[in-house]
């Protein structure tokens, strides 16, 4: 009768190259490594959202601020003391856009530039 205290080689082989095979160093660094640009990436995606709806809120500001504009110049006849909010409303609109563009590209170059393994 075999001895039941013994494990089968054939066993302790499997267990090996099982442990070779997902705690070796290059392994270790590699998913390490893999699971930064996925961080790093997500962390990308979040501040482009953020971006996009700061962009829809100046947006709506600005639309709102505009129509005020137009409807107070419609009622009064007086574009004087009005246009200058639109100026200033169109010109939060074109900085929200830029800051938008912005941050996209500074997004997309820092996720191309980390290294992803």
Do not use: C, W
């Amino acid at each position: 009768m075999a001895d039941p205290t013994k494990v089968n080689p054939q066993i302790l082989d499997a267990v090996q190259a099982s442990q070779l095979a997902t705690l070796s160093p290059a392994v270790i660094r590699s998913s390490g490594a893999g699971k930064a640009y996925q961080s790093v990436a997500q962390s990308t995606a979040i501040a482009v959202q953020d971006a996009t709806d700061n962009l829809r809120n100046v947006g709506v500001i600005s639309s709102t601020a505009f129509g005020v504009a137009l409807s107070q110049i419609l009622a009064t006849g007086d574009t004087s003391p009005y246009t200058e909010v639109l100026t200033h409303a169109e010109r939060l609109m074109k900085d929200a856009v830029a800051t938008f563009k912005k941050i996209g590209e500074s997004a997309a170059e820092i996720l191309r530039e980390f290294p992803s393994g």
